[in-house]
């Protein structure tokens, strides 16, 4: 694997993936090595540990994948009442992606709040514009705008409010559920200080897009493209095909991570949905006519919870990338890992996904050989 990396690029910019790809490679599989105990595991393809029909593998593979920015605006308004209440409004949607907590968790930390007091409201068209989820790019396109939507909310609760209070704007800070004065020493509970509103409400909007994002200065905020390394650990059944994911190593580079628990649930889920296309999912089609044979769920296999594996995700917090999609990056190599594996326990590929009992046990009848 590592003969094969690419090389980093002086001429890229120095936090940029072109500039860093081979390090962050090399440090992924490292941790990988480590987190799957690799070194004791691995052996000559075919030539693993067995127990009665069972045969033991081990495989790695690695993937790369944009997530960048989308290149329609996303909007974002966040809006402070004096009764200290908070709503971020934004069209964008959640998917079950955890965009509603991502969203809480910037604005709540540009405010000194807790993200549990931030009213989200999403998925109203009136809520501005949003680019559709694809691609990986709702969160570093959403959560951008939120930011620049809560500190333009910010500002403008120091603009109204600093005169009531005879305060500059300019010497005026946040910190958690207060507002400070730096020059004086004074500082505010934060419902107190957003009650000299009075018949007011501070307001921002927060605006981001691929074309923002590429301006000078941002790439700290978003930027794109980010890689992971995962390693799958199995047994294969000689007698009957059936192959068994036991432990996935899934270890990704995402940027500035915003929400760890969501993040790692997103890596998670990745590795859940190619373990299904590696083993499980399958559109046939009759040849002739293209039609789908297996039109309906009952014929169309889900791995379940008793198929699933150990997962374990390793993060690589890198803030000064800036907000880098997840989604989509982890589902990518793990079907080539579990295919790795099996190779590795039988000395023989299996060639077509998914790896199915009469798929391995074909591809052994044809020359295949276990030792």
């Known amino acids: 694997r590592r003969k094969n990396l690419p090389p980093n690029n002086p001429k890229a910019p ?24 690799w070194k004791e595991k691995w052996h000559p393809p075919g030539q693993g540990k067995q127990t009665g029909p069972y045969r033991h593998g081990i495989g790695m593979a690695l993937h790369t994948w944009g997530g960048f920015a989308a290149g329609q605006p996303n909007e974002c308004f966040v809006i402070i009442g004096r009764d200290g209440r908070i709503v971020a409004r934004t069209s964008t949607q959640d998917l079950g992606t955890g965009q509603r907590t991502v969203t809480a968790v910037v604005v709540a930390e540009i405010l000194g709040q807790d993200p549990a007091s931030i009213i989200t409201e999403i998925g109203e068209s009136r809520f501005g514009l949003s680019s559709g989820s694809g691609g990986s790019t709702t969160c570093p396109s959403q959560a951008p705008a939120a930011l620049r939507a809560a500190q333009a909310a910010r500002d403008d609760l120091f603009q109204k409010v600093a005169p009531k209070v005879q305060a500059n704007p300019a010497d005026l800070a946040i910190a958690p559920g207060k507002v400070v004065d730096r020059k004086t020493g004074r500082e505010w509970p934060w419902k107190e200080f957003c009650a000299r509103l009075g018949m007011e409400e501070a307001r921002g909007r927060g605006e981001w897009s691929l074309g923002i994002a590429n301006e000078p200065g941002n790439e700290t905020i978003s930027s794109g493209q980010v890689g992971g390394v995962q390693v799958a650990e199995v047994s294969v059944d000689v007698e009957t095909g059936l192959v068994r994911v036991h432990h996935i190593v899934a270890v990704q580079d995402c940027g500035l991570v915003v929400n760890r628990l969501t993040c790692e649930s997103q890596v998670a889920g990745g590795v859940i949905m190619g373990l299904n296309y590696a083993l499980f999912e399958e559109c046939i089609r009759d040849r002739a006519t293209g039609r789908q044979l297996n039109a309906d769920m009952e014929f169309y296999k889900l791995g379940g919870l008793g198929d699933m594996p150990k997962i374990t995700v390793h993060l690589q917090d890198m803030p000064e990338r800036g907000v880098i999609g997840i989604g989509e990056p982890p589902v990518i190599s793990t079907a080539a890992a579990v295919g790795n594996a099996v190779f590795n326990a039988l000395g023989v590929r299996v060639p077509f996904l998914p790896l199915t009992p009469w798929r391995v046990l074909q591809a052994l009848a044809q020359g295949g050989k276990v030792r």
Do not use: F, K, M
């Open 14 to 37: 120095p936090n940029s993936w072109a500039a860093r790809r081979n390090t962050i490679y090399n440090e992924q599989i490292d941790i990988a090595v480590q987190l799957s105990g």
